[in-house]
């Protein structure tokens, strides 16, 4: 489900499910269901969001006692899917990164219409499918690189840490992780940036367009298209992530993103 609890009138309220409620109300305006403003979505739930909550409901899902409610299995919610306007833009990628700001949505909305061709994420599945890995692994966009020192990465032959000093310096970067001497060198040659050279390194967490890039580049090399053309999260997530940890919030991710991409 698209949201996990009820929101709106006398509802839960978490604030992830109102801000995918928000979105939908603003996405599924029409001649029948028109806001005196859209909404924030912000995911606080006021007099706003109920009021166009039961407007939706007396206009289009035609109650005769509107409750100002969502529920997770009502016809409110079913509704509001048939209803909004599918595709990639601020409201829909908003409530798909829950846990983010506006600012770098805003910065990686316009990065992800412009890149997402050139690596031919060109269909709703697999524009469903990376959102949820790169949200679950950036915490919408608030992280891009680990929080951890990368110590654990020294001396770790298999990345191409072969100097003292490797595992800190080519720690995980980007949306996607980028880890290791070997790999930054290779994403360095496809952008023709010497990555090895000591400062650059950091490029693939301070500048947002090699964060996402290097994110596309990985999805693309690793044929992790394949995979979302079949709807199968599992092995997207084992090749990200070597394992299945988050597998349960990247679920909850694909969720959102498909509520608003796909119909």
Do not use: C
Request: no cysteine; proline share 2%.
């Amino acid at each position: 489900m698209a949201i996990k609890q009820s929101v709106g009138d006398k509802g839960i309220n978490d604030k992830v499910d109102v801000k995918v409620i928000q979105a939908a109300l603003n996405l599924a305006q029409s001649v029948s269901f028109k806001l005196k403003s859209s909404l924030v979505v912000d995911g606080k739930n006021g007099a706003k969001t109920i009021n166009a909550i039961e407007l939706f409901q007396k206009n289009i899902v035609n109650l005769n006692t509107p409750d100002g409610r969502v529920d997770p299995a009502g016809t409110t919610l079913k509704t509001l899917k048939k209803h909004i306007t599918k595709g990639l833009n601020q409201d829909s990628l908003m409530a798909i990164m829950a846990f983010g700001n506006s600012s770098s949505v805003n910065i990686y909305l316009n990065l992800m219409i412009t890149m997402f061709p050139k690596y031919n994420i060109t269909t709703p599945l697999r524009s469903a499918h990376f959102l949820a890995q790169v949200g679950h692994e950036s915490l919408s966009f608030v992280y891009t690189q680990e929080l951890a020192s990368g110590a654990a990465y020294e001396g770790r032959k298999d990345l191409g840490n072969i100097k003292k000093g490797d595992g800190m310096r080519f720690k995980g970067r980007g949306l996607i992780q980028l880890t290791g001497r070997d790999n930054y060198a290779s994403y360095g040659k496809h952008i023709k940036i010497d990555l090895l050279k000591l400062g650059n390194e950091l490029l693939v967490a301070t500048t947002p367009r090699y964060a996402l890039d290097v994110s596309l580049w990985f999805w693309d090399s690793r044929k992790l298209n394949n995979h979302a053309d079949k709807d199968n999260l599992k092995a997207i997530t084992r090749r990200v992530n070597g394992g299945y940890n988050g597998l349960v919030d990247r679920a909850n991710y694909l969720e959102r993103a498909k509520f608003f991409l796909l119909p």
